[in-house]
């Protein structure tokens, strides 16, 4: 059934943007006056419209999220709608890529709604986004490898609200940052882990690591080979791909390093926090969870380390795009500029505690002044997007099921790593 369902939703929206065609595809673009727009790439977005849009309003659409972004999202939706006289609607999804795509194919989609980088190449693919016009949304204000996570062919279709990256943690009881390697040939090598696991009490390990291509897509890719090829099949079984997972098979088959799971815990932040690693690569949403639920654990932060000479991590964000069909794009608009302008980033952010996608609101914040956050902050100028296409779920999944298998010393990690591609190629298929 799911099956069948799949086809009819593809099959619907095959018709729909066929029938969509003969629609302009111009950007989405503001109403301001030539020297209005030029000032606005130099000052800070300005929040009032060009034009009385005051009573027009817009359906924005987000998924679920704790209290603190609740609020902060509920905050920002009256601070816009005090600024511009734009009623926004909040529409909230459970299940959201499903609910969304249901909600295009029967023309019922929101005027504004959340695009997660990873699923960003289906919505630009399927042509239900409107393309935004980079000076109006201030692109160069941000970190560019959000901009680049939202564009195709040098277009841009959607606007990065937020973004975390990978960093590593280390509890200071038992590493100092000063021994803490600068590479990951050496972080994961034998005389390092050795040398970190002798001091630890029985039950902590000296580093985590996660079987999840998100945590690993930077250096499986540090060579320019692609995990994805042709298209949308997995490319798994090559032989960069398979030598740049060799570090960490290596140390996971030797049990230098384990998962959160071979320690009994769910996660890398329960991990940590209970004091069962000394090391873990982790997302900055982390750093709350160890503020308030593990105070007593003492950390640091740096970087990730370099492989292969190259600064790497992994970057994560979602954006802002408005309806290809919207009613209202002039207002559509206008909330984007407000939520990703300086003002409604702020808020935001500072509610509910994520990392500013502007430097300036960075800046402005005083989060890249915080030791804590540098690191992450640091990162979003060289990072990797976790996206790739349509397929990266289904290689994903078969990359941890068979893994695993790997590291238990069942196969070798040249046949695990093309039994996982010809499964996922299946699955595709």
Known sequence: MKKILSMLLVLALTVSMLAACGKTNEPATSTATPTQAASETETPA???????LKGKKIVVARWGGNDAETAAFAKMLEEFQAETGIIPEERVYTDYDTQLKADLIAGQAPDVFYVDAYMAPFYISQGVLQELDKNVVQADKFYSSLIKAFEKDGKLYA???????????????????EEIPATQEELYGAEFLSKIQARLPQGVIALTYNQDLARLLDLLEIDGTEIVKDGNKSNLGHPDIINNMRMIYDAAKAKRVMTPADLGMGWNGEAFGNEKTAMMIEGNWVYGTLKQQFPEVEFGIVEVPTYKGKK????????????????EPE??????????GPKGMTTWCSGAGVLPSRSDVAASMGVD????????IKGADYAKSWQKGDSLSIINKEFQNFFNAAVQGESTLEEVMKAAEDEANKQIK
């Open 331 to 340: 207002a559509a608009l206008e909330f984007i500029k407000f939520a990703t």
């Open 369 to 376: 002044k915080d030791p804590y956050l540098i690191p992450h």
């Open 159 to 177: 606007v990065s609200k937020d973004f975390s990256t990978l960093a590593l943690y280390y509890n200071k009881k038992w590493v100092k940052e």
């Open 46 to 52: 300005a929040s009032t419209p060009s034009v009385d």
């Open 312 to 327: 790497t991590t992994m970057v994560f964000t979602v954006g802002y795009a408005i309806g290809k069909d919207t009613k």
